[in-house]
């Protein structure tokens, strides 16, 4: 690893502020001259890179949305986002266009980016084929002149986010008026510890909401920021003692990784830069929380909200010790409410379904499902689905999820995803997938297939098919043949019953 010390670096490269800037200018020139107008889409589809970055950068300048891709994705999920925004441009690792070159909407101009040595390492790449009919984003970028002209709008990026139907829905907001983006900067600074001259790190993946969140904003006021490939625990100690690193967004699974490393290789590590460690995305259990405390000192924190919510509530190590189990209270702007099915508000200490609302912040809609949008809202606030409570002191507590969701390695996943692909797997009569307890991953999927009564389905066989159409982290961990489902009156299967023993012995059912 060399020496670093100022800029955006990945591997052994290492990009200064003045680079950077000249780089994405160009690149937004680059748009531009593609056709690119304020508002339009430019797919992302690349881990983490250098490149990453710039893109998003550049899309900001010309008003463009930057649309992330997770790359574990295989082709149809790709051409569904593609599609469904409207994407003019796709930028991507040569790699993770190869595959798929032949099946991307017509019209679409695609950039490859030549997968870095950094990232080829990490995950055992060879080198990559050129793409037919795609533009070399080097070649491409260097032959674009400096774009001079004044700062878009800077609209946020614009994330997809799976639901209940299946059906991954993009979350757009309207670039920010200053008074927003004040409020944006200081929920950055307070919840994040985005300050001027930070020194982070990015271990999580860029196409996820809160990393690259995180990233745009460090990336601008950082002195220095590191992306990192993939996780690796040992990696990112050396990192943090390298490279001096203060601040960092992390997501519970990480900090089981770390935890299970030999006591000797954690004292190797001098971890005593750090200063503000921010964590979300999924239930930490407390002893978890509680070792990482132990060892790195009172600079963990915690967060929750959503892609849809942003942050809403925050809470310190000390909150942590003092009330195990809270994810803090509401931030400066932010308001919740408890509510029952009804809508009426719950006093505290009593459990239902959590709605918050953050005025100062942009609203958004669902790209191209308004009627989705509408129903997750009640008087102005909106609901991510999950139950819990607040006490005495304001501090929330979450309990269950009302909506079918399951969050493993902090990756919300949507089980009716699954489910729709099962059902049109010959054989398949019926289907439920849920989350069960893992330790390191908080959950993991399980699936019970219901087979028709001339069947011989496989749990191999089920598993074989979701992997020819969804990325591999939606394929069940765990796949059971079961006839006699229990269903509720309405005939669909009782998905609780089926997933409420795996939890009962843990006390808790998220």
């Known amino acids: 690893m060399t020496k670093l010390s100022r800029g955006l670096a990945s591997g052994e490269r290492c990009l200064g502020h003045a680079d950077l800037d000249l780089r994405l200018r160009r690149i937004a020139s680059g748009l531009l001259a593609l056709g690119i107008k304020a508002g339009d889409c430019i797919a992302i589809l690349m881990r983490n890179d250098i490149a990453f970055i710039e893109a998003s950068f550049a899309a900001q300048t010309v008003g463009a949305y930057a649309v992330p891709i997770n790359w574990h994705f295989k082709a149809e999920e790709v051409a569904y986002i593609l599609a469904d925004c409207s994407a003019k441009v796709l930028l991507g690792h040569?790699?993770?266009?190869?595959?798929?070159?032949?099946?991307?909407?017509?019209?679409?101009?695609?950039?490859?980016?030549?997968?870095?040595?950094?990232?080829?390492?990490?995950?055992?790449?060879?080198?990559?084929?050129?793409?037919?009919?795609?533009?070399?984003?080097?070649a491409w970028l260097g032959a674009a002149p400096p774009y001079r002209g004044p700062g878009g709008s800077q609209p946020l990026t614009m994330f997809y986010t799976s639901g209940t139907t299946g059906a991954p829905k993009g979350v757009r907001r309207p670039a920010p008026s200053a008074a927003q983006m004040a409020a944006s900067d200081r929920l950055r600074r307070d919840i994040f510890g985005i300050v001027p001259q930070i020194r982070s790190a990015i271990p999580g993946p860029l196409y996820h909401s809160a990393p690259n969140a995180f990233a745009m904003r460090a990336g601008r006021l950082g002195e220095l920021m590191v992306l990192m490939p993939r996780f690796d625990p040992v990696a990112l100690l050396e990192l943090i003692e390298v490279a001096r690193i203060d601040t960092m967004f992390m997501v519970p699974t990480m900090f089981i990784r770390l935890l299970k490393l030999p006591d000797?290789?954690?004292?190797?590590?001098?971890?005593?830069?750090?200063?503000?460690?921010?964590?979300?995305?999924?239930?930490?259990?407390?002893?978890?929380?509680?070792?990482?405390?132990?060892?790195?000192?009172?600079?963990?924190?915690?967060?929750y909200g959503s892609t849809e919510s942003s942050a809403v509530t925050f809470a310190t190590s000390a909150d942590t010790l003092a009330k195990p189990g809270t994810v803090g209270r509401a931030v400066a702007g932010a308001e919740?409410?408890?509510?029952?099915?009804?809508?009426?508000?719950?006093?505290?200490?009593?459990?239902?379904?959590?709605?918050?609302?953050?005025?100062?912040?942009?609203?958004?809609?669902?790209?191209?499902?308004?009627?989705?949008?509408?129903?997750?809202?009640?008087?102005?606030?909106?609901?991510?689905?999950?139950?819990?409570?607040?006490?005495?002191?304001?501090?929330?507590?979450?309990?269950?999820?009302?909506?079918?969701?399951v969050i493993s390695g902090g990756v919300n996943i949507y089980p009716a995803e699954i489910e729709a692909v099962l059902l049109n797997f010959a054989g398949v009569k019926d289907c439920a997938v849920f989350g069960i307890p893992d330790r390191e991953f908080g959950e993991k999927l399980m699936a019970v297939v219901e087979p028709t009564e001339a069947s011989s389905l496989t749990p191999a066989a089920i598993a074989a098919h979701l992997s020819q159409h969804l990325a591999d982290y939606k394929v069940p961990r765990v796949i059971e043949i079961g006839r006699h489902l229990p269903r509720e009156d309405s005939g669909k299967i009782f998905k609780r019953r089926l997933r409420d023993p795996f939890w009962r012995a843990l006390g808790r059912k998220i």
């Open 94 to 138: 040569a790699d993770l266009l190869a595959p798929i070159a032949g099946g991307l909407p017509s019209g679409l101009t695609t950039i490859a980016v030549a997968t870095p040595p950094e990232v080829a390492t990490a995950y055992g790449i060879a080198p990559a084929a050129a793409v037919p009919g795609a533009l070399d984003y080097e």
């Open 336 to 405: 919740l409410r408890i509510l029952d099915d009804g809508g009426k508000v719950l006093p505290a200490g009593v459990v239902g379904e959590i709605f918050t609302r953050f005025a100062e912040l942009p609203d958004f809609t669902y790209h191209n499902k308004p009627a989705e949008r509408a129903a997750i809202e009640r008087d102005g606030f909106i609901t991510s689905g999950d139950v819990g409570y607040l006490d005495a002191d304001g501090y929330l507590f979450l309990c269950d999820r009302k909506r079918d969701m």
């Open 264 to 303: 000797a290789v954690k004292r190797r590590y001098d971890v005593s830069s750090l200063k503000f460690i921010i964590h979300a995305a999924a239930p930490c259990p407390h002893d978890v929380k509680q070792a990482m405390i132990d060892w790195w000192g009172p600079v963990i924190h915690e967060f």
